[in-house]
Nanobody, 118 residues
Framework: QVQLVESGGGLVQPGGSLRLSCAAS????????MGWYRQAPGKERELVAR???????NYLDSVKGRFTISRDNAKKTVYLQMNSLNPEDTAVYYC????????????WGKGTLVTVSS
């Protein structure tokens, strides 16, 4: 069974940085694209950043230049480096392992809370 465990969230002041980690187990991690999503109170979950199995990346417009997604296949871990944080980045951040084919499942972590506040 695939398990994704996020860590690294917390309280940070505006302008600060955090690095989120998502450790995966139970799958051949390297062959799957991975994503970081977030959900703020009262809002829908949105894709923040995605990294393909080959290392190509995509970002939500509002985080471009501030956030960086990366992966370490040997450690089965995906990271999200978040810089220049602002209060609008406050949300629960979720890690996602994408499915490659329709018959596969997509997996989610339980999330880690990021609060940006002075």
């Amino acid at each position: 069974q695939v398990q994704l465990v996020e860590s690294g969230g917390g309280l940070v002041q505006p302008g600060g940085s955090l690095r989120l980690s998502c450790a995966a187990s139970g799958s051949i991690f390297s062959i799957f694209a991975m994503g970081w999503y977030r959900q703020a109170p009262g809002k829908e979950r949105e894709l923040v950043a995605r990294i393909s199995s080959g290392g190509s990346t995509n970002y939500l417009d509002s985080v471009k230049g501030r956030f960086t997604i990366s992966r370490d296949n040997a450690k089965k871990t995906v990271y999200l480096q978040m810089n220049s944080l602002n209060p609008e980045d406050t949300a629960v951040y979720y890690c996602n392992q994408e499915k490659r084919y329709s018959f596969e499942m997509s997996f989610w972590g339980k999330g880690t809370l990021v609060t940006v506040s002075s």
